[in-house]
């Protein structure tokens, strides 16, 4: 039997790794078109920040090992077509640029997604780049050691991430967010205004609600970005606004969502019996709305690559769906989030309201502690928890965790309220901060709740 696994990052590696697993007499080919695999996309802040001292540390994997194990690596080979019907692949070694005529008996497509670029009147400009893979990390990075004012385009994780690596490596940064709040994909207005303030703490200069309209080369090598804001001098600028699904191979021979993510069965087969999925290149059964959307994370190409592999050749595990649970620590505190926001719950028909609970982690008495904020997403009518964001100079990213299992559950508030959680001075209070925000929305909910 011969499998093809067309891309291989976090997808298509955890693919490779189940197929070795469970198929041994599988005969395995890997078309990659980069020269690398596995690479981790936070690895770029991390480096330009200094976490990550050398950039090749942050692949977890290397070609050469799966060469050993019988693994066919096609490395930096870009596939211009696939023949469904017919099984066959067509691809051009991009060194030789010899074309290739390969078939296939089963299929994995983990092609990942690629940055959307913005249509700006001179984004072609070399001093404007994009920050996704490893080859764009390293130019970002030497570009960088030649400047001193970066832009980034792009509110979300990516961006604000990158934000936290320029000031750590002694960069003046400006960060333009086209709406009106950071991270509006995972945080509500409340949450996002203190992950703003701590930008803005730490000498990032925020600009929101700002449409950038042209890079501009002026006489002194700088860079001008025109915005309905006015104009910024800069000396470099940084794309980091979002992602599309590379699935453009398969365009007319599966079923796309609207967006052109491929969609999955839950054993991430596709329409195709014989062509599986998994990764940016496809949608999540997300759970709180029960229904399948596109989030494209690093945690969901894993388990869905590792599915698609189990289930190539015998359909023994489906997926049970997720709650886009993320997390990041920004200079030094933990922002986290699982779920819904309220108004993507709200979007989603629910009679969605959240609780705030704001307050120690820990006793009074102990020696050190550290506020911790909650925003707790519900729907009224079933109690059911929907979502939840926090944040933190305590650690309190396996909160977020533990929330997205009681949204898994299906638990509401009142369960989350006394849910059984160890008490030790060292962690927290005899009441968890998980059960106090939870008690909060259930007042809320009893009409013992009044704002101050």
């Not at 980069?34 to 994997?61: F, M, P, Q, R, W």
């Not at 299992?405 to 989350?416: A, K, P, S």
Request: a negative charge.
């Amino acid at each position: 039997m011969k499998i093809s696994i067309i891309g291989c990052t976090n997808a298509g590696f955890a693919a490779i790794k189940q197929i070795l697993k469970y198929y041994p007499q599988a005969e395995i080919t890997v078309y990659e078109r980069h020269s690398e695999i596995s690479y981790l996309a936070c690895g770029t802040y991390l480096h330009l920040g200094g976490t990550v001292k050398n950039l090749d540390d942050v692949l977890y994997a290397d070609p050469e090992d799966l060469i050993k194990q019988g693994v066919k690596m096609c490395m930096q080979y870009d596939v211009i077509r696939i023949d469904a019907v017919k099984h066959t692949i067509l691809a051009q070694d991009l060194n030789t640029k010899k074309m290739v005529n390969d078939t296939y008996d089963k299929l994995i497509m983990a092609t990942g997604s690629i940055t959307a670029i913005p249509a700006i009147t001179g984004v072609e400009n070399p001093k404007v780049m994009l920050c996704k893979t490893c080859d764009q990390a390293y130019k970002l990075y030497a570009d960088a050691q030649n400047t001193q004012h970066i832009a980034i385009i792009g509110g979300g994780y990516a961006g604000v991430e990158l934000a936290e690596g320029f000031v750590k490596s002694g960069h003046q940064v400006t960060l333009f967010q086209r709406g009106n709040q950071l991270l509006d994909e995972y945080m509500g207005p409340n949450m996002a205004q203190k992950v703003q303030d701590l930008l803005i703490q730490n000498g990032v200069d925020v600009q929101t609600n700002i449409e950038v309209t042209r890079f501009n080369d002026l006489p002194n090598e700088e860079l001008q970005i025109t915005t309905n804001k006015g104009d910024f001098n800069v000396d470099m600028v940084a794309i980091c606004p979002g992602v599309i699904p590379q699935s453009d191979l398969l365009n007319g021979q599966v079923k796309l969502a609207e967006n052109g993510a491929i969609i999955t069965d839950p054993y991430m087969g596709t329409s195709d019996p014989d062509i599986f999925a998994a990764g940016d290149a496809t949608e999540v059964n997300f759970n709180p709305t029960l229904k399948s959307t596109y989030v494209p994370l690093a945690s969901h190409a894993v388990r869905q690559g590792t599915l698609a592999g189990i289930n190539v050749l015998d359909r023994r595990l489906k997926t049970i769906g997720t709650q886009a649970t993320t997390g990041m620590l920004l200079f030094g505190t933990t922002v986290a989030s699982t779920g819904l926001t309220l108004a993507k719950a709200k979007k989603a028909h629910f009679e969605a309201k959240s609780a705030f609970y704001q307050g120690n982690y820990r006793p009074d008495f102990m020696p050190t502690t550290a506020k911790i904020t909650i925003e707790l997403i519900y729907d009224k009518n079933s109690r059911k928890v929907l979502g939840a964001q926090l944040m933190s100079d305590h650690e309190v990213a396996q909160s977020a965790n533990t929330l997205s299992v009681v949204i898994q559950n299906g638990n509401t508030i009142d369960e989350l309220a006394f849910l059984d959680m160890l008490f030790s001075p060292n962690f927290d209070e005899p009441f968890n901060y998980l059960n106090l925000v939870a008690q909060v929305a259930v007042d809320q909910e009893n009409g013992y709740w009044r704002s101050n």
